[in-house]
């Protein structure tokens, strides 16, 4: 039984036919309409969530299968003191597949190694949040073409952001990757991603502060919200949290073919009259991630649609 904890789950090439099955999914979603029926997918979410949520609801939906799940840690007996092993293997005999989003990191880790149905991570924490990766691929392959030979900014909060340590994990595989980290000194990529991934792999970066110093050499900008939640006190999060507002101004340092990303949700780091430049794709990055998901579920169901 397969579970995704981490992009690195999946090799390269399991990837790129995970990628091929959400495209072929969007191309012919009645061909999927049913590919699930009678199966149950669960979300056990501990944590606030709109998309993520969501997104694997609507892709359960869209296979023909059923929901279920709660979305609080306090409508959940958790608030009774419940652990998350007992709470999965009692899932386990209600459901066929679950996703769990959980504030500590490993908790959907330590679920997996109690449970008799595929768990996915829907993140863990400031650790890793693997289906947002799987969004955030998809969307690239289809804005560029490709996921090789490319420069990616990842802007904002690069210690908290999990999105950020996914997508690092996973965009590392592919050849010709270099990475401008833009953050402030407070925010940056901690050591354990730069060192033990960056320096190791010998992946090319510069860590830059300025946003506009990064923005005409960018295939890709992904921004990210300031983590309020993961702040220790509140006078460093409002210091941080706007110091990056991405306006129509420093959009025209980017090139004609840069795409913007965000995993969302979006607080004040990119201004809402960016939304109507034709380079701005957070909203279509949405939608991928429906169908991104709908191939996963499909994936670690091993449900062969012909
Ligand atoms: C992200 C998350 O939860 O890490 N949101 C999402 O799932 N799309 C990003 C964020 O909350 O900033």
């Known amino acids: 039984m397969r579970h995704l904890m981490s992009p690195l789950d999946f090799s390269v090439e399991e990837l790129d036919t995970l990628l091929t099955l959400a495209q072929d999914i969007e191309a012919n979603p009645a061909k999927y309409?049913?590919?699930?029926?009678?199966?149950?997918?669960?979300?056990?979410?501990?944590?606030?969530?709109?998309?993520?949520?969501?997104?694997?609801?609507?892709?359960?939906?869209?296979?023909?299968?059923?929901?279920?799940?709660?979305?609080?840690?306090d409508s959940s007996s958790a608030a009774k003191g419940e652990s998350v092993s007992d709470t999965i293997r009692t899932i386990s005999c209600?459901?066929?597949?679950?996703?769990?989003r959980h504030p500590k990191e490993g908790a959907p880790m330590v679920a997996c190694q109690h449970s008799r149905i595929p768990?996915?991570?829907?993140?863990?924490?400031?650790?890793?949040?693997?289906?947002q990766t799987l969004t955030d691929l998809l969307t690239i392959r289809n804005l560029k073409g490709r996921l090789d030979h490319m420069t990616i900014g990842l802007c904002g909060d690069?210690?908290?952001?999990?999105?950020?340590?996914?997508?690092?994990?996973?965009?590392?595989?592919?050849p010709g990757i270099q990475f401008i980290l833009i953050s402030p000194e407070e925010l940056r990529l901690p050591d354990y991603m730069r060192q033990d991934v960056l320096d190791k792999l010998q992946i090319p970066?510069?860590?830059?502060?300025?946003l506009e110093d990064a923005m005409?050499?960018?295939?890709?900008?992904?921004?990210t919200r300031v983590q309020k939640e993961r702040?220790?006190?509140?006078?460093?999060?409002?210091?941080?949290?706007?110091?990056?507002?991405?306006?129509?101004?420093?959009?025209?340092?980017?090139?004609?073919?840069?795409?913007?990303?965000?995993?969302?949700?979006?607080?004040?780091?990119?201004?809402?009259?960016?939304?109507?430049?034709?380079?701005?794709?957070?909203?279509?990055?949405?939608?991928?991630?429906?169908?991104?998901?709908?191939?996963?579920?499909?994936?670690?169901?091993?449900?062969?649609?012909?």
Not at 57 to 72: C, D, K, Q, R, T
Not at 205 to 210: G, P
Not at 275 to 288: C, E
């Open 33 to 73: 309409a049913h590919a699930c029926a009678g199966k149950k997918m669960a979300t056990l979410f501990y944590e606030p969530s709109t998309r993520t949520r969501l997104s694997h609801e609507a892709a359960m939906l869209n296979l023909g299968g059923s929901i279920m799940g709660f979305s609080s840690a």
């Open 94 to 100: 209600y459901a066929d597949i679950c996703a769990m």
């Open 119 to 131: 768990v996915i991570n829907a993140g863990d924490g400031g650790h890793q949040h693997p289906t």
């Open 158 to 174: 690069l210690k908290f952001g999990r999105t950020v340590h996914s997508l690092i994990h996973a965009l590392v595989r592919y």
């Open 205 to 210: 970066y510069k860590e830059v502060v300025r």
């Open 216 to 223: 005409p050499d960018l295939d890709i900008l992904y921004m």
């Open 231 to 306: 702040f220790f006190n509140e006078e460093d999060y409002v210091r941080m949290k706007d110091f990056y507002i991405l306006d129509r101004k420093k959009m025209k340092l980017a090139p004609e073919t840069m795409y913007v990303l965000h995993p969302l949700p979006r607080v004040n780091e990119i201004a809402v009259e960016v939304d109507s430049d034709p380079r701005a794709a957070y909203f279509r990055q949405v939608q991928y991630g429906v169908y991104v998901r709908m191939a996963l579920i499909l994936t670690l169901l091993e449900i062969h649609v012909d």
